[in-house]
């Protein structure tokens, strides 16, 4: 199966259905009065996490998501019904942007968690909702709410406990499929892991850790060289850091320069991915120079850092590193991302700011444009074929304070105000 970890959809919830102008109209009951009723809620679209996926390969192929608009209300006071919400399933680890304010909208890291993205608009309401004394057949109702539409970054972020990391071609990938039921491919050559294989390791004590053997890292990889940033991505949630070196020095490498050259970049991501704890495994102990350079390697390290030499290939030494990833597990607590502390509490049911602000924009020759949410999805919900419903829209631009910054911007009366597609002379 072909790995996504990264996609741009767009999303648009449902429009809500039209409230109605309506009269009961019966025999023997003269002058009924309004009975038009409301539209129904707008279908919004919901994110929900599943263990079933481990890729986003079907966004990658399908890049827009609409839901369907409530029903228009009906007479005799009936209201319309509400349309279905569409639920779309993505892998646990999946964290969700806004692409245009990169803001986090959710962060789905639990089975069958949800996450409203986009809500659905509200129905309008239908004439009866608006008779008073004063006016007892009112003949305004109201539009539906436009649904709520983001132009969204799904971006899947593996839940590993444990990160394997090295060098291409150092036995990250032969460790994996040895020491768990991972079958990751292997082969002679460089990077032939180009997207993150997930194994479940269980210790012969009976300790068992999810464990992910990642890319392989080169130099630069913190400014995006090579996988870059693909491969550094995936380590953010690890707790435990496997380092694995080639000891055997193949092709030339020397296994001290390597280690150093791999931490530097795990600095210089911002993550603070050294903070993690690591365990050095120092693999192809069965090459012709690894004694020698395992001696030389643990001088330059220390006597106090523990390495653990192992043949992988053949599973020689596999057993004791890994009852030392699950003791430091143990231990370790979670490690929070740079979203975590930049939005402590998730927004996983994301409400969207009803913001009463609007611009207003001097067009020339007397013509002027005001946009802002507020005033825009006043338009769009008021019934302006109707007096009532022109006047009840114009006391709204009244109440939110319109008509004085009108004055203030030095419109004019006779002058033109356009919102959306909705034009109007202004007058004192």
Known sequence: MKFIDKVKIYVEAGKGGDGVVAFRREAYVPKGGPAGGDGGKGGSIIFEATTSLSTLLDFRYHREYKAKNGQQGMAKKMHGSDAADMILRVPVGTMIYDEDTGKILADLTRDKQRAVIAKGGRGGRGNARFATSRNPAPTICERGEPGEKHNLICELKLLADVGLVGFPSVGKSTLLSVVSRAKPEIADYHFTTIVPNLGVVQAKDGRSFVMADLPGLIEGASQGKGLGHQFLRHIERCRVIVHVIDMGGSEGRDPYEDYLAINKELGEYKYRLLERPQIIIANKMDEENAEENLRIFQEKVGKDVKIFPVIALIQEGVDMPLYAIADLLEKTPQFETEEDIQENSILYTYQSEDEVGFEIHNEGNGYWCVTGPKVERIVQ????????????????????????????????PGDTVTILDFEFEFYE
């Open 381 to 412: 919900m008021s019934s302006l074929g109707s007096d009532d419903g022109v006047k009840r829209f114009a006391q709204k631009m009244r109440n939110i304070g319109l008509d004085d910054a009108l004055r203030v911007a030095g419109v004019q």
